[in-house]
C-alpha cells in the first residue's frame, strides 16, 4: 500500500513537473468585461475591447491559442492563484502590493486617474451647498485605495463592485465625485449620450506609490516562462506597428504612456 | 490559511454585523406591521378589496428579491421625475440645479441603506402576508362557530378568536420567514452597503484571501440565525404552552418513578 501511495505521489509530482516546463500551446486568459473601453461585453455576449484586442495580437505574435473567460474584478487574483486561467488582461495597475501576490508583464498601458463630476459641482462648491461629499470608487481598486487613504476620514467613500456601478450611481446624482481612470471615464462615461453635463474636474493623478506604473498581465508567480513569453511579445507589436493598429481603433492620443 | 488577516480586520464584521441586524430587523419589524392587516384584508370576499393585494404578493414573491432591489436601486435613478418631482414636466426646467431634489429622493431613494430597506421591507411583507393568511383560513370551524354562538361581532371575532388564534399557528412558518430575510440581506452588499458580507468582500478584495474572508461571514450568520432559533422556541414554548405534555406538579416524586 506505501509503495502504491508513493508510486503515485511521484507520478503527481512528475506530471507537474512536466506541466510547469510545458510550452504554452493554449493560454487561458481572463478578464472582468465591465470596464470600458478596455474591456467590455458586447450586447451579443462576446468580449471586446482594448485589452481583448491586445491580448489576441499578443496571441498572435505568439502563436498560441487563446481562450477567454470573464470574472468579476474582485476575483481577479483570488482566481489566478486558484490557477482557474494563467493570465489575466483586465486593465490591471502593477502596484507593489499585487506583485506580492502574482507577477506582473511589463506594462501595456499608462493613463492618468482623474474626477469626473456633474456641470453643476462648481457652482454648488462656490455657494457652499455641498455637505460630505460623497465619492464613488470601483472597490479596491487603485482609486479606491488612494482616495480612501487621501480623504477617508473627510468625505464617503462608496464603493462599487464595478466601474459601470459608479457612473449609473453619478449619473442618477447619488455622487459627486468619481475617482476613476481618465480613460475608463471619457469613454465609458462622457462620450456617451445624455452624459454631456457630466466632466472631468481637478488634475491629474498619476503618483507610482499609489497608482503602479501602468497597467500589466497579471500572472501566477510559478509561470515566470509566461511572463516573458508575453513581455516578447509585447515589445514585438509595439514594434511591429500592430499596437498602434489596436490603440488608433480606440484611442485618439498615445496610450501607451511614456 | 491565514486567520490572521480576519483578527485583524475584524472590526469590519462587526460594523457589517451592525447593518444586517437593522436592516433584517426594521424589514421584519414593519413588513409584519403591515402584513397583518393586508392579511385579513385578503381572506375578505371582496374581489376589489383582495385584488391589489393578490397582485402585490404575486408580483413579489414572483421576482428574485435582487431583482426587485435593482429596480428600486437603479431603475428608479433613471426617472427625473422621482428626483426632481413632477416640475419636469413643466416647460424651462433645469434639472441641473441639483437644489430641486424632491425631499423623497434626497433623503430616502439616494440613500442605498434605505432603498435596500424599502425593497427587504416588501419582500418579507408580501411572504408574511401569505403566510398569514394561510393561518387565518385554516382556522378551525369550531372556534368561529363558538365565537359566534356567544354573539361576537366581526370584529371582536377577529381581534379575540381568529388573529390570536391564527397567529400561533403562523409563528413557525414566520420563523423560517425571518432566517430567509437575514439571508436575503445579505444581497445589500451588492448595492455599496456594507453588512457582514460587504465586509467580507472587502477582505477577500485586499488581501485575496476568499476562503478565510466568507468562512468568518458564514460563521457570523450562523451566531445570527442560532440566535434567532433560540428565540423563536422560547416563544414558541410559551405560546404553545396549552398544547404541552400535562405535567402535575403537585407529585414530583410520583413522576420520577
Given amino acids: ?258 | 490559511m491565514d486567520f490572521s488577516i480576519i483578527s485583524e480586520n475584524l472590526h469590519y464584521y462587526f460594523d457589517g454585523l451592525l447593518i444586517t441586524v437593522q436592516l433584517t430587523g426594521i424589514s421584519l419589524l414593519l413588513g409584519l406591521i403591515f402584513a397583518i392587516p393586508l392579511a385579513v384584508l385578503r381572506t375578505s370576499r371582496n374581489f376589489i378589496l383582495t385584488m391589489p393585494i393578490r397582485f402585490f404578493v404575486y408580483v413579489f414573491r414572483g421576482t428574485p428579491l435582487i431583482v426587485q432591489m435593482f429596480i428600486i436601486y437603479y431603475g428608479l435613478g433613471q426617472f427625473d421625475f422621482v428626483k426632481f418631482g413632477f416640475g419636469v414636466f413643466q416647460e424651462g426646467f433645469n434639472p441641473d440645479n441639483i437644489g430641486n431634489q424632491t425631499f423623497l429622493w434626497k433623503y430616502f431613494f439616494s440613500e442605498a441603506y434605505f432603498c435596500a430597506l424599502f425593497a427587504f421591507t416588501l419582500n418579507t411583507c408580501a411572504y408574511t402576508i401569505e403566510i398569514i393568511r394561510g393561518a387565518i383560513e385554516s382556522t378551525p370551524f369550531g372556534e368561529v362557530e363558538a365565537a359566534k354562538s356567544v354573539g361576537m361581532s366581526r370584529t371582536m371575532m377577529l381581534r379575540r378568536i381568529i388573529l390570536p388564534s391564527s397567529l400561533r399557528r403562523a409563528f413557525p412558518a414566520y420563523g423560517n420567514e425571518v432566517i430567509f430575510m437575514l439571508h436575503g440581506s445579505a444581497l445589500a452588499s451588492v448595492i455599496t452597503l456594507m453588512d457582514i458580507t460587504g465586509a467580507a468582500g472587502i477582505i477577500n478584495a485586499r488581501y485575496y484571501a476568499p476562503y478565510e474572508a466568507y468562512i468568518t461571514a458564514g460563521v457570523f450568520y450562523l451566531c445570527i440565525t442560532f440566535t434567532i432559533v433560540w428565540l423563536f422556541k422560547k416563544i414558541e414554548k410559551r405560546i404553545y404552552a396549552h398544547l404541552a405534555p400535562y405535567v402535575d406538579k403537585t407529585q414530583k416524586t410520583a413522576a420520577v418513578n
Fill in chain 1, 1 to 258: 500500500m506505501k509503495r502504491i501511495t508513493l508510486i503515485l505521489i511521484a507520478a503527481v509530482f512528475a506530471f507537474a513537473g512536466s506541466a510547469a516546463a510545458k510550452d504554452w500551446k493554449k493560454i487561458r486568459m481572463c478578464t472582468e468585461g465591465a470596464y470600458p473601453p478596455f474591456n467590455y461585453t458586447t450586447p451579443d455576449g462576446k468580449l471586446a475591447g482594448f485589452d481583448v484586442d491586445i491580448a489576441n495580437a499578443l496571441c498572435d505574435y505568439l502563436k498560441v491559442e487563446c481562450t477567454w473567460q470573464t470574472q468579476a474584478w474582485d476575483g481577479t487574483i483570488p482566481g489566478l492563484l486558484a490557477r482557474k486561467y494563467d493570465a489575466s488582461i483586465a486593465s490591471m495597475s502593477i502596484t507593489e502590493e499585487r506583485k506580492k501576490k502574482v507577477a506582473f508583464t511589463d506594462k501595456y498601458y499608462t493613463t492618468p486617474a482623474k474626477f469626473a463630476a456633474h456641470e453643476s459641482f462648481l457652482t454648488r462648491v462656490i455657494e457652499g451647498k455641498l455637505g460630505k461629499l460623497k465619492i464613488g470608487v470601483q472597490r479596491e481598486t487603485i482609486h479606491d485605495r488612494f482616495a480612501s487613504a487621501m480623504w477617508g476620514k473627510k468625505a464617503d467613500i462608496v464603493r462599487y463592485g464595478t466601474q459601470d456601478e459608479v457612473f449609473l450611481d453619478m449619473k442618477s446624482g447619488r455622487l459627486d465625485l468619481a475617482l476613476a481612470d481618465s480613460v475608463a471615464i471619457s469613454d465609458g462615461f462622457l462620450k456617451l449620450k445624455g452624459n454631456e453635463k457630466f466632466q472631468f474636474v481637478g488634475p491629474s493623478f498619476n503618483d507610482p506609490k499609489w497608482f503602479g506604473n501602468g497597467a500589466g498581465i497579471a500572472i501566477h508567480k510559478s509561470n515566470q516562462d509566461l511572463v516573458e513569453l508575453f513581455n516578447k511579445a509585447i515589445a514585438g507589436i509595439r514594434a511591429n506597428g500592430t499596437y498602434k493598429k489596436i490603440q488608433d481603433k480606440y484611442f485618439d492620443f498615445d496610450v501607451y504612456g511614456e
